[in-house]
């Protein structure tokens, strides 16, 4: 009875694991939904789809976009946090929504960005950038610092949001340049430059992507950004202006709930590096002044931790956070 109970457990075991085996070796078997915490339409939104496109080559399956904005990026991003740890629920995820919300304001983020998440690999860099319109009295960033200085208060900036990398970019630029200016936060994607061309502001500071088009009609003008970009040559980054350091450019990158089976990142891992590297879809990005620098999961949590401590730093130092 022994030899007879120890054979069926055996079975079972056996049975179980080919199964397991089996569902692992069949990833994924329906659709994958990606969540981007940002409005369609939005930089991240087309970024997103783009990677989604490529993805599903890879893969051999559909993943399906899902758009849940709000919260600063947060909202979505926690959907994500509590899904299913199976991988069919990933994140689009931008660095606001991993480092500078909690950064900046830990109170609003229900999750924590290092334990709720495995991350999946970093997609693309997207510099920032300062911008006015075309016709105003500023031609370039010192004439903007000098009004600043001489009429405190008098400036508006439209910004993505309170908890966004362009917003500390802002502070970083006015802490270095002893100015100060009145941010307006708004929902993000084109109504940051509309805010500027409505006239509603007299300056924005966002992704270089979303000012692109306004840039090249001549109806806005870029007069600092965070990193150098061939279609830009002639706008300065802040080392460029004298000043010691430069500020950060923000990120896109994939993130499922903490937890992944193994056999799920095996999979997931790879074709997100592929779909990155894409020979197809890195001149589209580029020629929309997204910088394509994939990352692994290893060297994107490294990244994401030291700039998280980097950003909590200064935002005490400087008394943003709240």
């Given at each position: 009875?022994?030899?007879?109970?120890l054979s069926?457990?055996?079975?079972?075991?056996?049975v179980?694991g080919?199964?397991?085996f089996?569902g692992?070796?069949?990833?994924?078997?329906?659709n994958?939904?990606?969540v981007?915490?940002m409005?369609?339409?939005?930089?991240g939104?087309?970024?997103g789809?783009m990677?989604?496109?490529e993805l599903k080559?890879?893969?051999?399956?559909?993943v399906?976009?899902?758009?849940?904005?709000?919260g600063?990026?947060?909202?979505?991003?926690?959907v994500?946090?509590?899904a299913?740890?199976d991988?069919?629920?990933?994140?689009?995820a931008n660095?606001?929504a991993i480092?500078?919300a909690?950064?900046?304001?830990?109170k609003?983020v229900?999750?924590d960005?290092?334990?709720?998440?495995d991350p999946l690999?970093?997609?693309?860099?997207?510099p920032q950038?300062?911008?006015?319109?075309?016709?105003?009295q500023?031609?370039?960033f010192?004439?903007l610092?000098?009004?600043?200085?001489?009429?405190?208060g008098?400036l508006?900036c439209?910004?993505?949001?309170?908890?966004?990398a362009?917003t500390?970019v802002?502070?970083?630029?006015?802490?270095a340049?002893?100015?100060?200016?009145?941010q307006?936060?708004?929902?993000?994607?084109?109504q940051v430059p509309l805010?500027v061309?409505g006239g509603?502001t007299?300056m924005?500071?966002?992704?270089?992507?979303v000012f692109a088009?306004?840039?090249?009609n001549?109806?806005?003008?870029i007069?600092?950004?965070?990193r150098?970009?061939p279609?830009?040559a002639g706008?300065p980054?802040?080392?460029?202006?004298?000043?010691k350091?430069?500020t950060?450019s923000?990120?896109?990158g994939?993130?499922?709930?903490?937890g992944?089976?193994?056999e799920?990142?095996?999979?997931?891992?790879?074709?997100?590096?592929?779909a990155?590297?894409?020979p197809v879809?890195?001149?589209?990005?580029?020629k929309?002044?997204?910088?394509?620098d994939y990352?692994?999961p290893e060297?994107q949590?490294?990244?994401a931790r030291?700039?998280?401590?980097?950003v909590?730093?200064?935002a005490?130092?400087?008394?943003i956070?709240k």
């Amino acid at each position: 009875m022994k030899r007879s109970g120890l054979s069926i457990c055996c079975a079972l075991l056996f049975v179980f694991g080919l199964a397991s085996f089996a569902g692992a070796a069949s990833y994924p078997s329906r659709n994958i939904e990606m969540v981007i915490p940002m409005l369609a339409g939005s930089a991240g939104d087309i970024t997103g789809r783009m990677l989604a496109e490529e993805l599903k080559k890879e893969i051999k399956g559909n993943v399906i976009v899902t758009n849940k904005p709000g919260g600063s990026f947060t909202l979505g991003t926690d959907v994500v946090a509590r899904a299913k740890k199976d991988g069919y629920t990933i994140a689009y995820a931008n660095s606001p929504a991993i480092v500078y919300a909690k950064a900046l304001d830990p109170k609003s983020v229900p999750y924590d960005p290092f334990k709720d998440f495995d991350p999946l690999g970093v997609h693309v860099y997207f510099p920032q950038a300062i911008v006015v319109k075309s016709d105003s009295q500023w031609k370039t960033f010192k004439d903007l610092a000098e009004y600043a200085k001489q009429n405190p208060g008098a400036l508006r900036c439209a910004n993505p949001g309170a908890t966004s990398a362009s917003t500390f970019v802002l502070e970083l630029v006015q802490s270095a340049a002893g100015i100060k200016v009145i941010q307006v936060p708004t929902k993000g994607g084109q109504q940051v430059p509309l805010s500027v061309l409505g006239g509603h502001t007299e300056m924005a500071v966002g992704a270089i992507s979303v000012f692109a088009n306004h840039v090249q009609n001549g109806d806005l003008r870029i007069l600092l950004m965070t990193r150098k970009l061939p279609g830009f040559a002639g706008v300065p980054i802040m080392t460029d202006l004298g000043y010691k350091e430069n500020t950060p450019s923000g990120w896109f990158g994939l993130y499922g709930p903490a937890g992944l089976p193994e056999e799920v990142k095996k999979v997931l891992v790879p074709a997100i590096k592929k779909a990155v590297e894409s020979p197809v879809m890195k001149p589209k990005l580029e020629k929309l002044f997204y910088v394509v620098d994939y990352k692994s999961p290893e060297e994107q949590i490294k990244e994401a931790r030291e700039e998280y401590e980097t950003v909590s730093a200064i935002a005490k130092k400087l008394g943003i956070q709240k």
